[in-house]
Each structure stands twice: as structure tokens, then as C-alpha cells.
């Protein structure tokens, strides 16, 4: 199972442990957001501002990107006007056929 935070700081023991399960329930979030707004393209942007208030915009980024690799949202070709005047791309919820 891929991990969801990104040790580039070279943390350890409990202060790493604490960083994983944060990262991994940002991510979780960030996904149920995504699933009920399951028709509507949001930006990392979006996401800093509406769901994830108090974290850095990085860690937006990050669980955008970790819930695009694992198959659970996708990239659009869209983009926004980003609060830097940089067009940004926008992300929008995967619907996954599940069988039963």
C-alpha cells in the first residue's frame, strides 16, 4: 500500500506516524467531498478553500495527486484562473464501476 504522506523531511517514529494518518484522512476528505460533488471540476485551489481550510496548499496538491494515482479522480483538460493569474488544471471525481 502506497503511502500518502511524502517523507521529504526525514521525519521519524511517533511525528512521522502522526503525519501519515493526517495526510491519509485529508486525502479521505478530499475524496467524499469529490464523490458527493461528483459532477463538479474543482482545482487544488477549490479544494484549500472549501475542504481542507487550515492546511498548506501543498497538501491539497498532494491528496489531489495521491487520489489520481490510486484511480479515484482524474485530471481534466480544464483549467482555472489560479489566485496567481497562472491557468490551473482542475480534477474531478472518477466513477469506478464496482461489481458485485
Given amino acids: 500500500m502506497a503511502k500518502s504522506y511524502h517523507n521529504t523531511n526525514k ?3 511517533e511525528v512521522l506516524l502522526s503525519s501519515e494518518e ?9 475524496y467524499e467531498f469529490m464523490e458527493k460533488w461528483y459532477n463538479t471540476e ?4 477549490d479544494i484549500s478553500r472549501e475542504v481542507i481550510i ?3 496548499l501543498t497538501s491539497c496538491r498532494r491528496a489531489l495527486t495521491n487520489l489520481m494515482n490510486e484511480g479515484k479522480i482524474f485530471k ?3 483549467t482555472k484562473d489560479g489566485m496567481y493569474g497562472k491557468k490551473i488544471f482542475t480534477y ?4 469506478i464501476d464496482k461489481l458485485f
Fill in 42 to 45: 474543482f482545482t487544488a485551489e
Fill in 22 to 30: 493526517k495526510a491519509k484522512t485529508q486525502e479521505q476528505v478530499v
Fill in 76 to 78: 481534466t483538460n480544464n
Fill in 92 to 95: 474531478k471525481y472518477k466513477f
Fill in 54 to 56: 487550515n492546511a498548506p
Fill in 11 to 13: 521525519e521519524s517514529g
